[in-house]
């Protein structure tokens, strides 16, 4: 059973800070790999996506990796602002069951 | 840009009720899901679908029955509301299951008392 863990759950920086959110998966067999970002009362909104095949991508100021042998992913958030403060999920789609796994989230929060 | 639109935002029900979250996207996607949000237990998986006419259950099915008999809408019932329903629902829709941008609705606030 595919398990996803993204460490650490909660993270406060100052503004301007680059940064770092993790993403583990134990089973390689993905078809790709998604981050979210998640409001206080809202849905997801899908900041990234990155296919089994790709390495990484960039929108932004955000950059995501994924390194697939190692059951990693991270998402680089550059010069942090307050407005990227929020919870970020990322979600793996199993080409097993071809249904999607969602990690518990880091709760970012970015101080002026 | 309607995306994915749930009703309601917010439902208070008493234990043994029933009703209905209802669900649609305009984006003529055919996988669509949906999920539970719960404190320390992440999202899970209740039902999905990969078309119109087809369903299957998913992780946390149990309590619930969802149909698919059009692309657009994918309503979810809950028979009789139990306390431990309590939670707040998502649902998601994909152009297909094989590796597409999920799509969330903005969720319905569920409180069985």
């Known amino acids: 059973k595919q398990e996803v863990t993204q460490i650490p759950a909660a993270l406060s920086v100052p503004e301007g800070e680059n940064l770092v959110l993790n993403c583990s998966f134990t089973?390689?067999?993905?078809?790709?790999l998604q981050w979210f970002r998640q409001d206080p009362g809202k849905g997801l909104t899908s900041l990234l996506l990155?296919?089994?095949?790709?390495r990484e991508q960039t929108s932004g100021r955000l950059n995501a990796s994924l390194d697939k042998s190692s059951g990693r992913s991270t998402l680089y958030i550059a010069a942090s602002q307050p407005g990227d403060s929020a919870t970020y999920l990322c979600?793996?789609?199993?080409?097993?069951?071809?249904?999607?796994?969602f990690g518990d989230g880091t709760t970012l929060t970015v101080k002026p | 840009n309607a995306g994915v639109t749930q009703t309601p935002k917010f439902q208070v029900l008493k234990t043994g009720q029933s009703m209905t979250l209802q669900c649609a996207q305009d984006?003529?996607?055919?996988?669509m899901s949906w999920y539970r949000q719960d404190p320390g237990m992440g999202l899970r998986l209740i039902h999905y679908?990969?078309?119109?006419?087809?369903?299957d259950q998913g992780e946390v099915p149990n309590g619930y029955n969802v149909s698919r008999s059009t692309t657009e809408d994918f309503p979810l019932r809950l028979l009789s509301a139990a306390p431990s329903q309590t939670s707040v629902y998502f649902c998601?829709?994909?152009?297909?299951?094989?590796?597409?941008?999920?799509?969330f609705g903005e969720g319905s606030w569920l409180t069985v008392v």
């Open positions: 998601a829709s994909s152009l297909d299951r094989s590796g597409n941008t999920i799509y």
């Open positions: 089973d390689s067999a993905i078809y790709n």
């Open positions: 990155i296919q089994s095949s790709q």
């Open positions: 979600a793996v789609l199993n080409t097993n069951a071809g249904k999607s796994t």
């Open positions: 984006m003529n996607h055919e996988y």
């Open positions: 679908s990969v078309g119109a006419g087809i369903t």
